[in-house]
């Protein structure tokens, strides 16, 4: 079958291409592709994680978000860490006593990744389910010559009241064991096999979720080994797990219907950006020019506030979604940056981590799928001995205190700036678009939407253009643009800070792929702050 597909690992692609090549759907090939970053991309991503995904399918007219987030465990309490706190990192993140939100048993919530997979394989799939978990089974095995962003990722010493994953990957001898050799971090041009994760995965072709979650042999090694440690996660964490899918949150910008997730996850404040820039008509202004510039971070400044105030699990609190994304707010808050009103956000220190990943395709039968997935920031470093797979440390992000919406509580999922998109021209998806990086994700994919329909971008010119990202406090610009922008972005009373490179990955890696409405021609564009890799099969 004819298809695209961008993702950040060019390690991981070619399962996507195996599965087009076989016949497979882009659902397809986007499965095989996220099996196959957790062994390419093992700090970002693995069974023993959590995201989201959006699902466009053509045959049926089905169109579905599927959240598989990390849910805290049930023996968690709202006030288990209060008396821990040294102190607020970045945006989402703590610090506690003994980093033990970050590093470690108790840092792991329920992870949702296998189910979310096999939800979406029998539902929309062509492909048998083993046969998906195949290219993943083999790169596992056979191993992969360790790229240089891999080993500097590896190598990343503690900073800022965060773990450094050379810290993270000693905590645990199961861990030391697979990821290090000795200790010493993962090094540049070796070769690096995952034989036990090999074994797993061929647990999971078999069984399917049943393997974890059903009492399943995995299942058991996993909580067996939680007791001894004194992890959080018991039997009933498994079996209680459920998906969480709907219809996604829906925005009209300029023509086009946008498509984003709902609540924890960060759509809905795409929606509501994109509505606050349709309002101040910034169509009508030259791309990366100052006022541009202005208008954008203004803009998603004053998203950052509503995201502080409301977003929260949905499950244990009301989200006013509706209001958020209605046309009313955003004239509010367009009148209010017209005005030159100068708004924050409150207690933020500096940015967030990004290990997280994603892939985004198309297909010539008009399927879309975006899935974005991650282990957290970066990730809990445990390895349960002989399944050779990483978890997550997602309790990281809850806040340690009671009263806010993102507060911790049994069986809540935690806040996120993931937020698969996807754009509809006449009821068919024109533009999919996903990205790693924490709560650069939604900014990211912002900006490459706002590429694709005001200023007439390709999939690849979408996101390699430069970027602001602004949550309040600051604004963040990409070398190329800072230049030209700053001094007029200091007379508005706005602080700059220049990144540190022309294609600079804090800003997030994008990955979008796109489809001409008249030709039907697919075309994929993978970040360049990045690896990237990318499949065209026609």
Known sequence: MAGVLVCPQPEAVNAGRIMLEQGGNAIDAAIATAFAQGVADPIMTSVGGNGTMQIFHAESGQHIVIDFYGKAPLKATPDMWTDKVIGRLRADFWELEGHINQVGYLAVTTPGTVLALYEASQRFGKLPWNELLQPAIELAAKGFIVPAELSETMSRPDKDGLSGVATIMRAVPAAKKVFTNDG???????????????????????????????????????????????????????????????????????????????????????????????????????????????????????????????????????????????????????????????????????????????????????????????????????????????????????????GHPNSLAPGKSRTTGMSPTLVLKDKKPVFVTSAPGAVKILTGNLNAIVNFIDYGMTATEAVAAPRIHSEGGWVDVETRLYYQVHNYLEEKGLKIVKSEKSYDPFFSLVHAVSRDPKSNVLSGGADPRGRGGWVDVQ
């Open 184 to 402: 010493t971090p993962l090094q540049t041009g070796e070769l690096f096999q995952m034989k036990d994760y090999s074994e797993t995965l061929k647990i999971i072709a078999k069984q399917g979720p049943a393997a974890i979650y059903k009492g399943g042999e995995l299942g058991q090694a996993i909580i067996e080994d939680f007791k001894k440690n004194g992890g959080l996660l018991t039997e009933k964490d498994f079996e209680s797990y459920q998906l969480s899918i709907y219809e996604p949150v829906r925005g009209n910008y300029r023509g086009y219907e946008v498509c984003g997730n709902g609540p924890p996850g960060s759509g809905m404040q795409i929606i509501e950006t994109l509505n606050i820039l349709e309002n101040l008509n910034l169509q009508n202004v030259q791309f990366g020019s100052p006022e541009y510039s202005y208008m954008m971070a203004m803009a998603q400044r004053a998203g950052f506030v509503d995201r502080d105030k409301y977003l929260g699990d949905p499950d244990f609190q009301d989200v006013p979604v509706e209001q958020l994304i209605s046309t009313e707010h955003a004239n509010n808050w367009a009148e209010k940056i017209r005005n030159e009103e100068l708004f924050d956000v409150e207690g933020l220190a500096v940015p967030e981590s990004k290990e997280t990943t994603t892939v985004s395709a198309m297909d010539s039968d008009g399927n879309a799928l975006a899935i974005t997935h991650t282990l957290g920031s970066p990730c809990s470093g445990v390895v349960v001995e002989g399944l050779g797979f990483i978890f997550n440390n997602s309790m990281h992000v809850f806040q340690p205190y009671t």
